[in-house]
């Protein structure tokens, strides 16, 4: 093979003059490779388990941190954006600020993540620059980044190895199936449609308790995706081809009515239109078609679409034409009737893999189960320390005055450890918290509340220690708190099915 040589710019100490002849194509794969990596884990593909590209979780981790919960006022989008990219993101401004805008929109995600103030965009046109808008977390949020501050996940440096981030959210519901993703990166792509909460949360629920459930038996509770535009799905077929093996495809049609729009004239009223598709754009479409005469019978389109009323998009029918052909032609002819195509293609284990329902589910349970492990693990931990040091107060507090006494009359704290530890038959970390407490906290103790403390603190423990003792039990644990986010954030369906 040939080699070509290639200047490289010498280290400290080599001579300067000094040329390194290396393989150009070596290089290149090498590159390539590193870059192609970068794109697949770092930007472009979600996490199975909280469904999440890094620069999303970044986002929600970082207005968590900032205290921009949903009883916390908005603040400016160019703050959030500014503090993601300084410490998390260092990509860009807009890649960040177009991530936090699609988990703002209602008409992009099922279940908004951020609640936005001020204009977010629509289909048909982009939002405000980020120094317009404001933001701060939608309760559902909550739901994903809460308890990430109890050793429920793992964390890693940031870019420049000065701050820790998440590596996952704990995510309390299944957000990769909810809301969905879309992503570009080297050599593969992932695409997957929003569904409904109620469903995917029952579904999960099902496979909890039969770990064997068939596909479909999950199709039972998730029959299709729900995208929050609405609209019918008219071909069952690819949804079931998507759910079986992750891919596959399937038809979504606006919404249409035939009704009369003026007293002598019949019209088509269109409320819903697939999803990612907006008004405007089929208008338009439908004009160019009038034009060229290719549809016959139109007399006027009016688009009354807005943001307080919704879609709704008249199209008015001369007389003499049939409303029902012409609406089938909308459909053949325009964006009324799109095509979606479903690659789930998503992270496990840092591995790009394909997923189909079960599959995807399963990841979700997996990774929810270890959450509440680690999480329980975490608060009884804690629990058992404080109910050490209460003990000793306890035992402190009998002779409150022979404590101070000790204190007052040692010469140094190390004296006064060992004095306390002795008389009072009490652990190190028993005699340090005693000294570390100001004496008028000490003195105003109630033995009756450390009594009352002590109680719950062994309840806890002892309930923690029943939730840890089996596999079941936190699998009952993981399917409450599914049932309560359920309660909490489900919805409707919006997108029917054709029967």
């Given at each position: ?407 007052r009359g040692s010469e140094d704290a190390a004296v006064a450890k060992d004095a306390l530890i002795k008389g009072f038959k009490l652990t190190e970390e028993q005699a340090n ?67």
């Open positions: 093979m040939a080699r070509t040589p290639k200047a490289v710019l010498p280290k400290a100490g080599e001579n300067p003059g000094k040329i390194v002849d290396i393989d150009v194509s070596q290089e290149m794969s090498d590159s390539f490779l590193e870059y192609a990596y970068s794109v697949i884990y770092s930007r472009a593909l979600p996490d199975a388990r909280d469904g999440l590209k890094p620069v999303q979780r970044r986002i929600l981790h970082q207005m968590f941190d900032m205290g921009l919960r949903p009883d916390k006022g908005h603040v400016k989008c160019a703050r959030v954006v500014g503090e993601v990219m300084g410490k998390l993101h260092p990509h860009g401004d807009g890649a960040i600020y177009d991530a936090a805008v699609r988990l703002a929109q209602p008409f992009t995600t099922r279940l908004p993540l951020i609640d936005g103030h001020g204009n977010f965009g629509s289909l048909d046109a982009g939002p405000a620059a980020m120094r317009y808008t404001e933001a701060r977390l939608a309760p559902a949020a909550m739901a994903m980044v809460d308890e990430a501050d109890e050793d429920t996940v793992d964390f890693g440096a940031n870019y420049d190895g000065q701050l820790l981030e998440p590596l996952v959210l704990p995510a309390a519901f299944p957000n990769l199936l909810v809301n969905g993703a879309t992503g570009i990166a080297v050599g593969m792509a992932t695409n997957m449609p929003p569904h409904n909460l109620g469903e995917v949360i029952a579904a999960t629920k099902h496979l909890i308790e039969n770990p064997k459930a068939t596909l479909k038996a999950l199709m039972k509770f998730v029959p299709a995706p729900d995208f929050p535009t609405g609209g019918q799905i008219v071909d069952l077929e690819g949804v079931a081809d998507a759910y079986s093996n992750g891919r596959g495809s399937f038809k979504v049609r606006a919404t249409a009515v035939i009704e009369k729009v003026t007293t002598r004239k019949q019209g088509i009223v269109i409320t819903e239109f697939p999803f990612n598709i907006g008004p405007e754009k089929v208008v338009e479409k439908i004009a160019d078609l009038v034009k060229a005469k290719k549809i016959l019978g139109i007399s006027d389109i009016v688009d009354l679409s807005d943001g307080q009323q919704g879609t709704k998009v008249v199209i008015e029918i001369k007389n003499g034409y049939e409303p029902e052909e012409i609406l089938e032609k909308l459909y053949k002819l325009t964006p009324m009737e799109d095509q979606f195509s479903v690659n789930a293609v998503a992270l496990v284990n840092g591995k790009p893999l394909t997923l189909g329902l079960k599959e995807l589910l399963q990841v979700f349970i997996d990774h929810r189960i270890e959450v509440v492990r680690r999480r329980s693990e975490f608060r009884k931990a804690k629990a058992q320390s404080r109910l050490t040091l209460v003990d000793g107060l306890l035992k402190a507090i009998i002779d409150i005055d022979k404590v101070i006494k000790i204190i918290y005693i000294l570390d407490m100001p004496l008028r906290r000490l003195t105003k103790m109630s033995k009756l509340e450390l009594e009352t403390e002590q109680k719950e603190l062994t309840a806890t423990i002892t309930a923690l220690k029943k939730l840890l003792s089996s596999e079941e039990n936190i699998k009952a644990q993981v399917s409450a708190e599914l049932t309560e986010v359920s309660k909490n954030f489900a919805t409707p369906r919006r997108t029917r099915i054709a029967a």
